[in-house]
């Protein structure tokens, strides 16, 4: 230790390379059931409970008299927190009663998570219905002891493309691709902007001095998974990556870090080979990890004239490349692209963003050395004397030409911001368009759901399931009873009083148990309305068969306040006349 421990130190107070604090136990109690008796010793054996922590613990932590212990790993737990809510005092001046309860709720329950969005909401993840209920009573009545205003349950969903479908909704066989492409011209676009050609999209920035070529494409579904499974360390690999650029100290870099992140290279290399001959390099000419440089979404890099390196190397770049000024910037763009998908707003999940070319005008370099003229104008005085004799008071001798020339040319420049912004939006938009020119589809978080059923009952619990978009995958007698153990899979989105409706219907002997399992694509299209002959015989002209992505895609855009497309009369023969009796 570099400086001694102190014990006014809480663990608030300590910087993300400390974690060693010394406390004090002040009580200790032993657990009777609702009861806790407090005594001066407690025999081994017992489970207590210990006072005088609250400042010096988390979430978990590890009690010895001594620093040469080495500390315990969290316990772990099958549950997973998926739902969520946003929370907010009913009176405003309670905001900081409401903050320590949520610290007192996150330390009390392990299952937990409590954290403040980028809007400012104070967010409550929980792992089911009944434990959001729980916690919300125990932050009213124990913790915060105030009024709380709950918004609706918030459902996380992901964004992804698939491979071009094979065969249409009534099975068949499509011999033309499906997708409508379609190139928009909408604030000022033009057709030059993007062209669909096998998916290959083509954008200029808005002063036209640099073009980028990219596609979208789904990533094989093992390497998504492993992504997934592997987000811590891809975090420290970006936080150590950072480092190393800043010329700090990587000391996080452990030789257990190496090992695992050497394991996962190779692992995202058999999966690769595996995936076919498209992916061949892929793991080398991996650019970064999204979205927050850690996510289940890849940036490759497929540029003919730009040689970077890798996420997994530290080797030199090179430094004589145009883009290598620009670099971050491009990195930025596909970050807020894979965090804010096209469909409503949710992050992007299994897609991989090929660069194919991106190139640069002369002219660039010039708009670079404009940026630069901006920023030494802004630290001018505006009150000093030659800038007023040369602007505020021009001679008569002068004419508005001469006046005109005397000032900067980048203050006569197109007004269309930094070069480095557009660079970033352009790439947003253009990893937007790409990812639209595939076919789109919905992911939606699914329960593993375990449930105990009389064989009455096997029926009615299969018709539940079934109102709800869940299946059964296994269903087996348990032996020597009159009872099913039944395996099934439910979307979270549906899950909402699940479990009070399979209890009404099987007379309260149906046992449900949801656990968080896994994300799963919703296999209908988002868009999808009736255009062949057989569709049209099949659903009708209406389609009055509901689309599930669609209206969770609606219900998810009307929550954040984006744009609906929605008729208020769609049918109007289908509406009843009301007539008035005179």
């Known amino acids: 230790m570099d400086a001694p421990i102190s014990t006014e130190l809480t663990v608030h107070d300590l910087h993300s390379e400390q974690h060693i604090t010394l406390a004090t136990i002040k009580s200790l109690y032993l657990l009777m059931g609702k009861e806790l008796i407090e005594l001066n010793e ?23 008299s001594t620093i040469a212990c080495p500390s315990f790993i969290d316990l772990y737990s099958s549950t997973v927190p998926i739902l969520r809510v946003a929370l907010e005092p009913c009176h405003p001046k309670e905001m900081s009663s409401l903050v320590k309860g949520l610290r007192l709720l996150n330390q009390a329950d392990p299952c937990v998570q409590v954290f403040v969005q980028e809007t400012g909401e104070h967010v409550l993840v929980s792992s089911g219905e009944v434990h959001l209920q729980r916690c919300v009573e125990d932050l009213k009545e124990r913790f915060a002891k105030i009024d709380i205003n709950v918004s609706s349950l918030i459902v996380p969903f992901r964004e992804t493309i698939i491979l071009p479908p094979k065969i249409d909704m009534v099975n068949e066989i499509i011999e033309e691709k499906n997708q409508q492409k379609k190139a928009s011209k909408a604030d000022g676009e033009t057709l030059e902007n993007e062209t669909y050609s096998d998916g290959v999209i083509t954008m200029k920035t808005p002063n036209r001095l640099s073009c980028l070529k990219l596609r979208a494409k789904p990533l094989p579904e093992e390497v998504t998974k492993l992504l997934e499974e592997n ?5 420290i690999l970006d936080q150590v990556y950072y480092a190393h650029n800043c010329g700090e100290s990587d000391d996080i870099l ?58 997994w190397t530290y080797s030199p770049t090179d430094s004589e490349s145009p883009h290598l000024n620009y670099d971050s910037t491009f990195v930025s763009g596909f970050q807020l692209a894979a965090l804010c998908g096209p469909l409503c707003d949710e992050p992007m999940m299994g897609v991989c963003f090929i660069v194919e070319d991106w190139t640069f005008e002369k002219e660039a370099f010039a708009a670079t050395d404009d940026e630069t003229v901006d920023k030494s104008l802004s630290r001018m005085d505006l009150n000093d004397d030659i800038t007023c004799k040369n602007i505020s008071k021009p001679s008569k001798e002068c004419d508005s030409e001469s006046v005109g020339s005397s000032i900067p040319s980048s203050c006569n420049s197109t007004p269309f911001g930094p070069f480095t912004g557009q660079i970033m939006s352009t790439v947003k938009e253009a990893c937007k368009k790409a990812f639209q020119a595939q076919p789109q589809r919905l992911m939606c978080a699914m329960y593993s759901c375990n449930i105990q059923v009389p064989t009455d009952m ?24 009159q009872t099913f153990h039944v395996i099934a899979e439910l979307p979270v989105i549906e899950s909402f009083d699940f479990a009070n409706e399979i209890r009404k219907q099987t007379n309260g002997l149906a046992l449900p148990q949801l656990v968080f399992s896994h994300w799963e694509v919703v296999d209908v299209d988002p868009f999808w309305s009736p255009r062949t002959e057989e569709e049209y015989a099949h659903f009708g002209e209406k389609a009055d068969v509901e689309n599930r992505a669609r209206k969770y895609v609606n219900n998810v855009r009307r929550r954040k306040g984006l744009a609906v497309d929605e008729k208020i009369v769609e049918h109007a023969e289908k509406q009843r006349t009301l007539m008035r009796k005179k």
């Open 42 to 64: 407690v025999p081994a054996g017992n489970v207590i409970g210990i006072g005088g922590l609250q400042d010096h613990v988390l979430k978990s932590a590890t009690l010895s």
């Open 231 to 235: 987000a811590s360390l891809l975090k």
């Open 254 to 311: 452990t030789p257990e870090t190496v090992a695992a992140l050497s394991k996962l290279k190779n692992k995202l290399a058999e999966h690769f080979t595996e995936a076919g001959s498209d992916w061949d390099g892929a793991v080398d000419q991996i650019w970064s990890f999204g979205p927050r440089r850690c996510g289940p979404n890849i940036l490759l890099n497929r540029i003919p004239n730009y040689k970077r390196s890798s996420v």
């Open 458 to 481: 096997l029926g009615k619990m299969y018709a539940v399931l079934g109102r709800r978009s869940g299946r059964v995958l296994h269903a087996d007698m348990e032996e020597g009873s």
